[in-house]
């Protein structure tokens, strides 16, 4: 991974109005909407206040009063892997969408109004990854970045890096800056100048249950702490914390099996 250079200021503000193709918001649907809310409440301190209903129960995550995410219920029928999705910025998004399509990837949901907050659409790539796009009315994304409890870094698991970078460099107009290495298939996705997102083929190492998706990173004080938290609030351990180029990284997920990244400084 990389470093989410230049999405906040000093004070942990976000900016004002995301640039198209900036991770601007993610957003996570469970089946038990009241229990993820006291996990993650916990483990990042986390306040809520109720979001859109367009797609049923829905919430937002705030930090000092702040929007950070969105929790909503996943509808009973609906057997989705449970994850953190996304969403990309957009100045129009039904445009997106159709680019989307004609890229190779799949419209999932939308495009659609979320009430007066803006409008959004559900999709995957060519290899399944499942990702969103949001264009901002009264609800711009997240407002608070850089501080404890707020997302870091996104970065997509797949099979190999370079093919599903073309379709995210048409989509969202991204400049690919690839990691010069026999043995490690990583690059950056870049919007004027600074890194958004990475994408790292990890080939056959992709859980089998899961396939292609895309991981947050969310920044912690300190790295181990946290994961002993995630362990008392239910959740598990799937990668130890190790020191890594950017910080102190453990992957985890929480009770429902939503799997998502902690990084901190380096011990």
């Known amino acids: 991974m990389t470093e989410a250079r230049g999405s906040a200021g000093g004070n942990g503000e976000a900016h004002a109005r995301y640039t198209p193709g900036t991770p601007c918001w993610v957003s996570l649907m469970v089946h038990g909407v009241a229990a993820t809310q006291e996990f993650y409440g916990s483990l990042f301190g986390w306040k809520f ?17 702040r929007e950070v995410a969105g929790i909503g219920r996943l509808p009973p029928d609906r057997h989705l892997p449970i994850a953190w999705t996304p969403y990309f910025a957009s100045d129009d998004v039904d445009q997106t969408a159709e680019t989307v399509r004609l890229c190779g990837g799949t419209l999932g949901v939308g495009p659609l109004d979320a009430e007066e907050a803006g409008r959004l659409a559900i999709c995957s790539d060519p290899s399944g990854a499942v990702f969103g796009v949001w264009q901002a009315a009264a609800h711009r994304g997240t407002g608070i970045a850089g501080v404890p409890g707020t997302p870091a870094w996104h970065e997509l698991r797949t099979f190999e890096s370079e093919s599903v970078a073309k379709f995210y460099a048409t989509v969202f107009g991204y400049e690919k800056e690839p990691v010069v290495s026999a043995d490690y298939d990583y690059l950056t996705l870049h919007l004027d100048g600074r890194p958004v997102a990475g994408i790292h083929g990890v080939g056959n190492s992709l859980p089998r249950d899961r396939g292609p998706h895309w991981m947050t990173y969310f920044t912690v004080t300190d790295t181990d702490d946290a994961v002993d938290q995630v362990l008392h609030l239910g959740g598990q351990v799937l990668a130890p914390a190790r020191d890594g180029s950017h910080g102190r990284v453990a992957t985890v997920t929480d009770p429902e099996g939503a799997r998502f990244a902690l990084l901190g400084s380096p011990r």
């Open 49 to 65: 206040r109720p979001g859109p209903r367009r797609l049923g129960p829905y919430v937002r995550a705030l930090l000092d009063g």
